[in-house]
T-cell receptor, first 114, second 109 residues
Framework: DAGVIQSPRHEVTEMGQEVTLRCKPI?????LFWYRQTMMRGLELLIY????????DSGMPEDRFSAKMPNASFSTLKIQPSEPRDSAVYFC????????????FGNGTRLTVT | DAKTTQPNSMESNEEEPVHLPCNHS???????IHWYRQLPSQGPEYVIH???SNVNNRMASLAIAEDRKSSTLILHRATLRDAAVYYC??????????FGQGTTLQVKP
């Protein structure tokens, strides 16, 4: 299996632009998680889905952030409009079942907003 | 959210065992203990998890205290490739994992 695939690996954009990050979970996994990592705040859970349904989005910082999972093999995290403080590495992870199965992380998308 | 306490950093010599401690005094009876590690420029990687009994796998061993308020991740022979940030997490059955700051492990040749 190719593992969790995220794209793009790097994204540089200007403040105010829309940014879309993409994730393809491992086939057969039914839980998907979006995390953000910065030096100041470490790894933060933004949102997670179970069977394509958002279960907990309490970590989403504000309305500029939105996430969708239209089917079991694809999810997006969108920031509109982007701000410099959104600069971070964004990780997607998937797991086989929701209860205590290991999370498999992608290699992340490094976002820089200038 | 579930909180764990880990030392900020530890050092080890190559080829020697490493014991990484974690306190999780607020753990509930059904929470699992998970360990992940993050190598530079990579996403976190699953290491091991357990509930009450000690666990072993090809990467490491997990020793869980009898009262479950602490655990120790054991790397039996550290290599340079084991240099990483190690995260200890305890979670309910929601599957939601909240990462703390972790322990940065340095391995000296």
């Amino acid at each position: 299996d190719a593992g969790v695939i995220q794209s793009p690996r790097h994204e540089v954009t200007e403040m105010g632009q829309e940014v879309t990050l993409r994730c393809k979970p491992i086939s057969g996994h039914n839980s998907l998680f979006w995390y953000r990592q910065t030096m100041m705040r470490g790894l933060e859970l933004l949102i997670y889905f179970n069977n394509n349904v958002p279960i907990d989005d309490s970590g989403m910082p504000e309305d500029r952030f939105s996430a969708k999972m239209p089917n079991a093999s694809f999810s997006t995290l969108k920031i509109q409009p982007s701000e410099p403080r959104d600069s971070a590495v964004y990780f997607c992870a998937s797991s086989l079942t929701q209860n205590n199965s290991p999370l498999h992380f992608g290699n992340g998308t490094r976002l820089t907003v200038t | 959210d579930a909180k764990t306490t880990q030392p900020n950093s530890m050092e080890s010599n190559e080829e020697e065992p490493v014991h990484l401690p974690c306190n999780h005094s607020t753990i509930s009876g059904t929470d699992y203990i998970h360990w992940y590690r993050q190598l530079p420029s990579q996403g976190p990687e699953y290491v091991i998890h357990g509930l009450t009994s000690n666990v072993n796998n090809r990467m490491a061993s997990l020793a869980i205290a009898e009262d479950r308020k602490s655990s120790t991740l054991i790397l039996h022979r550290a290599t340079l490739r084991d240099a990483a940030v190690y995260y200890c997490i305890h979670s309910s059955n929601t599957g939601k994992l909240i990462f703390g700051q972790g322990t940065t492990l340095q391995v000296k040749p």
